[in-house]
């Protein structure tokens, strides 16, 4: 159970350091006129995603769950995965990606990368960590738990993110 605490406390220390990120890319964005929508969901945003790491730790160790090799090591790639389509995600929007919902007036938006492919790559990576990264060590509640909720959050950040940015005059334009 030692690497799994460890694997869940990297993942930690991942979130900390988005949270850098955000914080530096929201300074960006502000000092060029953008503005954030969706302020009121993120409180639960910042909960959920804290509760997913306790989560797993907590139902790991007082549910004394086992590690089954099969599921742990499928479970352990697709978290890796994640954190590399994150990552991803984030160097392709640069400045621009953000934990918040901010929208700078007369950006284009970005089609490149991974939103080449997908709409929200970034809700992809974020909806696979949360079922993965527990069921590593066979949390499979926590997995449950977090998968229904955040099923209820995403559906309310991407209607807001996207209508934030259908409001932008430059909506059609992709970069």
């Not at 919902?101 to 970005?110: A, D, F, S, T, Y």
């Not at 738990?145 to 209508?163: K, P, Q």
Request: charge should be positive.
């Amino acid at each position: 159970m030692i690497w799994y605490t460890a694997l869940v406390l990297a993942v930690a220390v991942e979130r900390l350091a988005e949270l850098v990120v955000a914080r530096r890319n929201t300074r960006w964005s502000l000092a060029r006129g953008g503005t954030e929508a969706g302020s009121a969901h993120y409180p639960a945003m910042v909960v959920l995603h804290t509760a997913l790491l306790a989560g797993c730790l907590a139902e790991v160790h007082l549910a004394d769950r086992p590690f089954l090799p099969a599921v742990g090591w499928t479970m352990a790639a697709v978290v890796v995965a994640a954190q590399l389509l994150r990552w991803w995600c984030i160097t392709t929007l640069g400045p621009r990606w953000n934990t918040r919902v901010i929208v700078v007036p007369g950006l284009p938006l970005v089609s490149g990368g991974p939103y080449r492919l997908l709409r929200h790559p970034n809700y992809v990576a974020v909806a696979a960590e949360g079922v993965a990264l527990p069921l590593v060590h066979g949390a499979w509640a926590t997995a449950l738990a977090f998968t229904l909720l955040n099923g209820v959050l995403m559906a309310v950040r991407i209607r807001c993110e996207d209508e934030a940015l259908a409001r932008l005059p430059a909506a059609g334009v992709r970069v």
